[in-house]
């Protein structure tokens, strides 16, 4: 790999990671489901006019991967971070690494083998003992919101392996936006109440959350991410991910003020060795992945 191509990976998981952070000040101004449709809707009217709209025979699958992709798993991944530290936020998310290798197992025949289930349950302990600190916030059903955010991942991201061969990143980006936003719109006025306060409310913060969405992880982010998966084979740019949580966890810590004990350092050691196992010697039913980030 290209060395400039090598700084930008690094750059792009620097802005990931940083986003759970900055997801975290967006939450203390908007409502969770209410903060992901809009991010959704203002993502559509940014990339709509440069690609179009999709054409009729695409709709029936973007409505499937609007509800997994945008509904279930942003939906459950800002509840979640809304509930739980950002710092593990970070780490606990990639329990979607060995959940996409149990899915290739399952539904692919995918050979595990010893080291990837070394790796899987290297991975598992260390979100148990993230999860099982004394000090930790958001209790199991912020892990939960994690858990379910990590499988409509998977899920999506194996819809996206079909879809994906006659539409591109950016129409897969764009276009699950149009279809997810009106949906979790609907769900945020349904079972979530401040909405009209939070737009006139919202801080610096809450705004500058919602433009790092559509802006840095969207427009900046997704585009290396795209860019790099067109250019290198998977295997090359996966283990770029693997910054993703180190980053923000130190983000989380520096810009939160959230506090480290030895606990989560082991945790997250103990994650992030599982996960390298894995991501090394990953299996094929995530060929082209949606994105590392939330």
């Known amino acids: 790999m290209a060395p400039q191509h090598i700084l930008v990976l690094v750059f792009s998981q620097v802005l990931w990671g940083a ?6 000040w967006g939450l203390a101004d908007w409502p969770p489901l209410f903060f992901a449709a809009l991010r959704m809707l203002a993502v559509a009217a940014l990339i709509i ?10 709709w029936r699958r973007l409505l499937v991967l609007g509800l997994v992709l945008g509904v279930i798993h942003f939906g459950t991944i800002f509840h979640g971070i809304r509930l739980v530290d950002a710092a593990t936020a970070s780490i606990i998310i990639q329990i979607q690494v060995p959940l996409a290798a149990l899915a290739a197992a399952f539904l692919f025949g995918d ?3 010893w080291r990837r289930w070394c790796g899987m349950g290297l991975a598992f302990i260390g979100i148990a003992v993230l999860v099982g600190r004394p000090g930790f916030a958001g209790g199991w059903l912020g892990t939960g919101f994690m858990f379910v955010a990590s499988l409509s991942w998977v899920a999506s991201n194996l819809l996206i392996k079909k879809a994906s061969a006659d539409l591109d990143g950016w129409q897969l980006n764009a276009w699950v936006a149009l279809a ?9 006025f349904a079972t979530e109440t401040g909405q009209m306060e939070a737009m006139t409310g919202a801080g610096l913060a809450g705004w500058g959350s919602m433009a790092y ?4 992880v969207t427009a900046l982010c997704y585009g290396i991410w795209y860019a790099m998966m067109r250019r290198y084979p998977v295997s090359t740019v996966m283990p770029f991910t693997l910054l993703e949580p180190i980053f923000g966890a ?3 810590v520096l810009l939160l003020g959230e506090d480290w004990d030895w606990r989560m350092v082991a945790g997250a050691a103990l994650t992030m ?3 390298a196992i894995i991501i090394f010697r990953r299996p094929q039913a995530v060929e082209q992945p949606v994105g590392p980030g939330a």
């Open 180 to 188: 997810a936003g009106p949906m979790m719109l609907l769900l945020s």
């Open 49 to 58: 006019p440069f690609i179009g709209f999709p054409k009729r025979r695409d």
């Open 213 to 216: 969405q559509v802006l840095i």
């Open 111 to 113: 050979r595990i083998g």
């Open 273 to 275: 060795s599982g996960l």
């Open 250 to 252: 130190t983000t989380a």
């Open 19 to 24: 986003n759970f952070a900055v997801i975290k």
